[in-house]
Each structure stands twice: as C-alpha cells, then as structure tokens.
C-alpha cells in the first residue's frame, strides 16, 4: 500500500503518493519529474543526489520518500530565482567548473550548504566539505576555484547591503 | 598554418552555451528520459565468473502476470541466422551479442543472463527470481599469469592465437600477438653502455564517470524506432543494434542524451538491444538503468596490465636501444587496447633501435572498453618508470635525458608515419623552465616526471549551420559533447562568421538530424567536427557574400567580407550578416551551410607531468602536493576548458596510481564495487592542479587545434610513480601505490 506524503519541495507545497521502500531520490525523480537531482551510485557515496532537508545536506538516495512528510526540501531546481541564477551558479559557469555536468547539481547544493554554514572557508574547509560529491572531469580545480569565489562574492554582497 | 593570427573570439573563455541548463538542473540526462505508457526493464546477472549454463528457463518469469516481455541471447535474430552458424558472421559481433546477453557460458561475474521487462522497477527487479538458470562453476581465470599457464582452464576452447609467426595449433587464452620493430635491437644493446630492465604491472581500473549507463526505447513497427542513451557516440549505436537485430539504418533513430562523462566507457551498447527487444515484445517503451554495482561489474573497465621494458644507452644519455614486451587483459573477450598501447610505448622517444611484443589475453573479467588514450597509459607508464630509472643511474636530470632523445619532426614512428611537427620538446623546455620543477622538496617528499603521447584521430564529421531572418543561428553537429565541445565549436564558427558566439546555439543532433558523424573519441571532436564547423561558417560567408552582391547589384567577387560586416568594393555600401539574413528571402531564401568531411591530419599531442607526493612513513599514505601539467594543445580554443582536460587527465591518472583497483576474491567477485570502497579521488585528496597550456600549432588545422583530451591520462601514472619512488628510496614496480603496498615497500626495506 502506498503512503500519502505532504511536504514543502522549494518553498512549494507537494503531496506525492509513494511505496514505503521508495528513497526521496526515486519519489524526486520518477514520481516528481524533477530530475535535477541525478543518482551516480545509490548508496550515498557520490553526492550526485545531494539535496537539503531540513536544513540539512543529505543524500536523497539515503532518504525514504516517507521521510519527507511535513519536512522542508531544498533541491537544485531551487536554488536559482526566475530571473536570474544565484551567485554559485554563475561562478561554476564562470570557472569552467564543469564538464558532463552530471555531478554539478550536487556540488551546487552542497557549495550552498558549505556557504551557509561557513561563509569564509579556507581552500582545504571547501574541499573536505565537499569530498562527499564525487566528480570525475575535472579534478575539482576550476570547482575549488569557483566555490572561493562564490564565498568573496557573496561576502563583499553582504557587506554592502 | 604559417603565421600566427589574430583571433577575435579563439582562446576567449566564454560561458558554455550549455552551462545554464547544466547548474540549474534542467539538462537531461540519459536517465533523465520518461516516455508515456514507459515500462522497466531489468537484468539477470551471472553469479559465477566463469560457468557453463547448462539450462537457462524463462517459463515462470513468462508465465507471471506482472512480466510483460522477457529476452534472451536467443533473441538476437542476426547471430542464429545462417550466416553465424556457417561461422561467416565477424565474431566480433557475436562477442558483442554475447556480452550483451550470454549465449552457453558466463565468462564474468555479472555477466546479463536474462533481461525481463515490468511496469515498475521493483516489479521487474523481483520477477528476476523467476527466471532459473543451471550453471556448471568452472575455475576462473583472473590474471595474465593464471591466463597463459599452460594448464589454464580455457575462456574460448577454439580461440586460435592471431598474429603468431607460425600459426597456433593449439587453443589458448592469448587471443592476439603483435609485433612492431624499427632498426637492429640486438645491434642496439651491443651498442649500450648501460642497461636498466625491469617489469611492471597496473591493475584493472574503471573509467568511473558519475552517470551510469541508462536507456530509454521504444520500438516503432511504421517508423524507426528510437533509442535514447548517453553515448559518446549516437551513429555507433545505431550501427550496432542495428547490426545485432537485423534492422536497416533507416529504421532507428538515436538521440544522444547529456551524457554524465564517457572517457572512452560509453563507446559501445550493453543495454540498448536488450531494451529494443523488451519493447518490441511488450509493445511499451522500456527504460533500463544500471546500478552504480552493475557499472563496475559489467560494463568495460580498463586493462590490467604487465609490461617488461629493457632500454639501453650509452653514459652521455644516448639511449640507443628500447624493447618491451606488453600484456593485456582483454576481459572476457578478445580485443583489449594493445595494439595502441604496443605503438605509443616509446614514440616519445627518437630511437634507432626499437622491438615491442604484445599479447592480448582473456581472463573471466568483464570485457575491456576504451579509456582515455585507451592502452597507452599502462605500457607508457612502464617505459616511463624504466626512463627515469635510467636518469637516476647515469645521473642525468630526467628532462634533460628525455630533450636528448625527444621525439620531433621528422622522426620514424615505431607504428608508421614520420611525425610532423611536435610540441614534446616545447612541453620538456617549459616543464624545465616551470616554478614547480624549480622547487624545492622538504622531508618525506618525492618528485617525479613523465612524458605522454598520444595520437589523436580525425575521421568523419557533418555539421549543419543555420541563419535565422535576424542573424543568430544553429549549428547542428553529431558530436555528443563529454567536456565542453559546444562552447568550442560556437566560438570557431563565431570566428569565421564574425558574429558573437552567444548569437549561435550549438546542438548536439540525433541521427536523423545530422549526417553520420564518428564517436566522440581518440580526441577528435574539436579537432574534426571543429574542421566541419569552419568549413560549413566558410560556406555560409560565400553565401553572405554573394546575398549582398545580389542586394547591390555586384559579383561576389566585389565583395569583401569580415568583422561579420559585407563590404561593397566598388561603394561605400555595408550590410551586416543580420542584415543580410533579413533580406535572405528576397535573394534565394535560407541561408545554410553543410559540411560533410572526414578530417585527416590529426596532430598528435604530447604532455609532460610533474608530481610531489608526500609518504607517510608510518602508515604509508600517499599525498600528492604539488602537481603540474604541460602538455601541447596547438591551439587552445576555450583555454578553461583545455586546462580542464589536463587536469581532469592528471586526476584520473593520479587514481590509477595511487589507490584505483578491482580487487577480487579467489571466486573472481569483484569485492569493491562501490564508490566507498573503489576510490576514486575526492577533492580532500588533491591540491590545485596547476596547468601549462603549449601551442604548437597543428598545421593540418585552420586554426591549429590538437586534441587535448585523452595524452593527460598518460603521464601521470609514471610521474606519481616515480615520486613515491624517490620518497620512499625503493623502486616501484606495481599500481596502485595504496597505503599497503607502500607500507610493505617501506617495511621490507628497514
């Protein structure tokens, strides 16, 4: 018998029917058509799926869709505004900081979650917060790069409102 | 190309055109695709690596009403047609049919069974358990020793040797020898004052791109049914199902999806077939998905290897004679990358005397695939080991002994042609001159060097440009883009057509779209489909020009054309390409250019690497520190994204090294299939990688581009290599240098 889940999905409210055993990252994807959050492994070691619930950076496909109940979830098709694309986003682009692309909605949420919680990382801060989102092109460089940048930008933006 | 030139918009670092899809999580993926009225499919898999199947019943599975098709190898109607069993099909064929569904063997745990199809995941993954399969266990064979033992259980019992000098009598597990020489090697040695020779081994690695292989089909009986995948290469694909269902061409169309990386892995099919067949039976389009499991089980990791290199010289760094012999491991069936790994071995290297022997050999893994410079990393690592061996015991710097011998134009490959004009000794000088290779090391820290080469290829691009009534346009391609291509093929047609890249949308076309174009591979798709992209810009400049003659009444040959702006000769008369597109219906309606070609003059691409590691002594732990890639580009068209090649290269390679390997039970089960215990490198793992961009320019090109994509998979092995070497003071003969076998270096030595 299928749950009936009510929960918030990008400051939106959404009901969605789902099998018990089915992870957030399935109900997302094929129940949902949002498909923004990819699946690389399954088993929450590539952070491809990373999503926010609760405020807290998960891997979707570690979360049963059931879990969503009355919970509050971030994805990346969330974090850009209807007319413009939020400063993390910009700076990846900017930086070439990716190539297939595949890992790039993780790393999105995820470099938003490091900014939250620590808006003025170090080089090594970004990227042991990041070891949990895998990518294979590009040898995390240009993302580095991007994510420090990320964190100047929206510090001088902060600093001048 | 004999001047350098002025570009407007070449070696700007532009935002991708596909990027915005990319950060936002709109572009779709190969798992990406749902189609109305869709089913799942999913995989029986071989719980033995190597086993007979003696029965193999689908009657219970058939007989469920939860199962809407099933299908088995005996659904592949080319391979049980006449012409397989007179034994005239190319077995290559019927190896792929059956690695893609097994036929009376399992040759590799993880090896499809059986596939069935149900309306939801789950229902289909539980149905498996109703198909039964008899298996006879037979005794794996799960290294090259193990493999051309002379008692070796046999993958193939009539698999004959090729290439040998006298043809095989007997059967073995050696599928293909080969043989390449240049000059007198005997000659050579006698003439050497110093000898280093020594063995190495790599293991069975995985490309380990993020997106597993997935497929949407839907088979079509009044029109071609279509197949959406990730591949590096959607005209492949359709060859191949088409090949292994007996269909025309003309009946399947491909579209390539975004495809979450390839490196050489997504250059052929394991479930697309299968999924046709499910959809033909069941009447429903059909989605398959590997897991991240099935994708280090089943689909083609790259060669473990065993290389022994024997190289002498004379004590001035003359190295006047180089010899190898080189394994492989093909996986379950013949055809792994020895024969590429057997031809780049010394070609960084200007040699009289050369002899290179290379077996291709099968053992119950999964099936090899392609992998960034697929073969050249295994066997240059261990001539690059030797190499630097060589440095060290003449006391010669290893760029100055490898400037002494470089490879250059005019120099004999081992494989054939005489190399054009080569950037190595650029990459060597600039290595020399860099702030890495000028520094220091502290305590516990080695630094290693290595040369890479690797060939590049041309081949056959089609490219479709397009103008609208206002001046912006689309170019259609064939070329799925892996890292990037987009962006440069939009900034070389901007080039030519004098226009901002952004007025151009680059699309990646299905195969009905476009005209055939060759996969994404050997490092060709700015390099060819480039070609094809400034060729078809070159034909719609001629149609700019004769549109604005026409407007003014002049020949083509009055006018002139630059800066995206037609110019009158015989006036003061201007009309910009927007202006010119405006009043294309009134002078002879769309303007487009096409441009059908199959590029020759790929300039092959040479880098060299430098590496820090750092050792722990006590535990054994390899860091690397510092890291720096050279390597010749030509021509760089977006620099961030060149640089993105080098240093996505570098890290894949600094994997290999360091900690990537299948490691297996005595069973043949792959015990770390899983990205928690298959380690690829994390950010935490890595320092900047820094980059050096050199130009040669490749004179075959119009603007002198090289494929840069695959050459920075090969120098890292030996550089890191050679680092942990020097750190730890013991030589280092196998890969990965994990923590372990460190340790165990570092333990037998005190």
Not at chain 2, 557 to 562: A, D, G, L, R, T
Not at chain 2, 676 to 694: F, G, N, W
Not at chain 2, 726 to 733: K, Q
Request: proline letters at 5%; glycine letters at 10%.
């Amino acid at each position: 018998m299928k749950a009936h889940v009510s929960t918030t999905i990008n400051q939106e409210p959404v009901e969605f029917l789902c099998d018990p055993a089915e992870t957030l990252l399935k109900v997302l994807r094929d129940n949902l058509g949002m498909t923004g959050t990819k699946e690389g492994c399954g088993s929450g070691d590539c952070g491809a799926c990373s999503v926010m619930l609760d405020g807290e950076l998960v891997c979707a496909c570690l979360v049963l869709g059931v879990e969503a109940e009355g919970a509050r979830i971030e994805t990346v098709e969330g974090v850009a505004s209807a007319d413009h694309l939020h400063v993390i986003q910009e700076k990846f682009l900017e930086h070439a900081a990716l190539q297939c692309g595949i890992c790039t909605p993780g790393l999105i949420v995820a470099t938003k979650a490091l900014l939250a919680e620590n808006p003025n990382p170090t080089e090594a801060d970004a990227r042991y917060y990041l070891a949990g989102n895998l990518c294979r092109c590009t040898g995390y460089d240009k993302i580095i790069k991007a994510v420090m940048d990320a964190a100047e930008t929206m510090r001088q933006g902060e600093a001048h409102e | 190309m004999s001047e350098a030139r002025a570009f407007k918009h070449i070696g700007q670092r532009t935002i991708r055109p596909d990027g915005f899809d990319k950060v936002t999580g709109k572009a779709n993926y190969g798992a990406d695709m749902s189609m109305p009225g869709m089913i799942w499919g999913a995989i029986l898999r071989s719980p033995h690596a190597h086993a007979n199947i003696l029965s193999l019943d689908t009657t219970r599975a058939e007989a469920s009403p939860d199962v809407l098709a099933v299908a088995t190898f005996q659904d592949f109607p080319s391979v049980n047609d006449a012409a397989a069993a007179a034994g005239t099909l190319k077995s290559s064929l019927m190896e792929t049919a059956e690695n893609i569904l097994a036929k009376n063997k399992v040759l590799y745990h993880g090896q499809a069974v059986a596939a069935v199809a149900a309306r939801t995941e789950a229902a289909a993954t539980a149905a498996l358990a109703l198909i039964d399969v008899e298996y006879e266990p037979l005794t794996p064979v799960l290294t090259i020793d193990a493999a051309i033992a002379d008692d070796a259980p046999l993958l193939h019992p009539t698999m004959m040797t090729q290439g040998l000098l006298e043809p095989a009598t007997e059967p073995s597990n050696i599928a293909a020898r080969m043989e390449l020489k240049k000059g007198d090697i005997e000659a050579g040695f006698a003439e050497a004052e110093v000898i280093v020779e020594r063995s190495y081994n790599t293991p069975t690695v995985h490309q380990g791109y993020i997106e597993p292989h997935a497929t949407v089909v839907r088979f079509d009986d009044n029109g071609p049914s279509t197949i959406w995948c990730p591949t590096q290469g959607h005209f492949d694909v359709r060859a191949r199902v088409a090949q292994l269902l007996n269909l025309e061409l003309g009946q399947l169309k491909v579209v390539a999806s975004e495809i979450g990386g390839g490196f050489g892995g997504k250059t052929t099919v394991y479930l697309e077939p299968v999924a046709l067949i499910l959809s033909k039976k069941s009447g429903r389009p059909v989605k398959m998905t590997m897991t991240r499991e099935d994708v280090f089980r089943a689909s083609g990791p790259a060669s473990a290897s065993q290389s022994t290199i024997k190289i002498g010289a004379k004590m001035d760094g003359t190295i006047t004679a180089m010899q190898a012999t080189l394994h492989y491991e093909a996986g379950a069936f013949s055809g792994s990358p020895m024969g590429p790994g057997c031809m780049t071995v010394f070609t960084p290297y200007d040699v009289e005397n050369l002899y290179v022997e290379g077996f291709d050999v099968v053992v119950n893994k999964p099936k090899v695939a392609a992998y960034r410079a697929p073969g050249a990393p295994q066997s240059e690592f261990a001539a690059e080991m030797a190499v630097n061996e060589l440095a060290a015991k003449i006391g010669m710097d290893p760029i100055d002994l490898r400037l002494k011998n470089a490879a250059k134009e005019g120099t004999q490959t081992i494989y054939g042609p005489k190399l054009k004009v080569v950037g190595l000794e650029a990459c060597l000088e600039a290595a020399k001159n860099s702030d890495h290779y000028r520094s220091s090391l502290g305590e516990h820290v080695g630094r290693g060097l290595a040369a890479g080469f690797w060939f590049n290829i041309g081949g056959q691009s089609s490219v479709i440009i397009n103008l609208n009534p206002d001046g912006t346009g689309t170019i259609l391609e064939g070329s799925p883009d892996i890292g990037g291509s987009r962006a440069s093929m939009q900034m070389m047609a901007a080039e030519v057509l004098g226009i901002a890249p952004g007025k151009l949308n680059p699309i990646v076309a299905d195969t009905e779209h476009v005209a055939y174009n060759q996969t994404t591979g050997g490092s060709r798709t700015t390099f060819a489909t480039g070609m094809a992209v400034i060729e078809a810009a070159e034909s719609v400049v001629d149609q700019l020009k004769s549109r604005a003659a026409a407007m003014w009444n002049v020949t083509a040959e009055q006018v002139e054309y630059s800066d995206g702006v037609a110019a009158n000769l015989a006036g003061e008369d201007r009309l910009s390409l927007a202006e010119i597109c405006a009043n294309a219906e009134k002078t002879g309606g769309q303007i487009s250019g096409t441009a059908n070609i199959n590029a020759r003059g790929a300039g092959p691409s040479f880098a060299v690497h430098i590496c820090d590691v750092k050792v722990d002594p006590d535990t054994g732990k390899t860091d690397v520190v510092r890291y720096t890639a050279i390597q010749d580009a030509g021509k760089a068209i977006h620099p961030s994204y060149v640089e993105g090649q080098f240093q996505g290269g570098a890290v894949q390679g600094i994997g290999w090294a360091l900690n990537e390997e299948y490691v297996y039970s005595a069973e043949g089960v792959m015990e770390n299939a899983g990205f928690l215990d298959y380690r690829i490198p994390l950010a935490s793992d890595l320092p900047p990688i820094e980059t050096i961009i050199v130009e040669v320019p490749n004179s075959f090109h119009p603007f002198g581009v090289r494929g840069v994509g695959e050459t920075g998979i090969v120098p890292p092995l030996a550089a890191v290599g050679t680092a942990v070497a020097e750190a730890i003071g013991m030589p280092v003969t196998s890969l990965p240098c994990s923590p372990p076998k460190v340790l165990e270096l570092l333990l037998s030595k005190s």
